[in-house]
């Protein structure tokens, strides 16, 4: 996985959208790219700010 980086946008995956990059969202993007590169999670098995 690929961490997309563009004209002060990120691309979260999980949502299929691009997003402002702020901090907080690169580290998000980050980790969901450690857990699918190094723990083999499925993307299409993870949600990215679900409500409870």
């Known amino acids: 996985m690929v961490i997309q980086i563009k004209d002060n946008k990120i691309y979260a995956p ?3 959208k691009w997003l ?3 901090p907080e969202e690169e580290v998000r993007q980050t980790y969901i790219k450690r857990l699918v590169d190094s723990y083999g999670y499925a993307i299409d098995k993870m949600d990215q ?3 409870i």
């Open 14 to 16: 999980l949502k299929d």
């Open 20 to 22: 402002i990059l702020k």
């Open 49 to 51: 700010d679900t409500s």
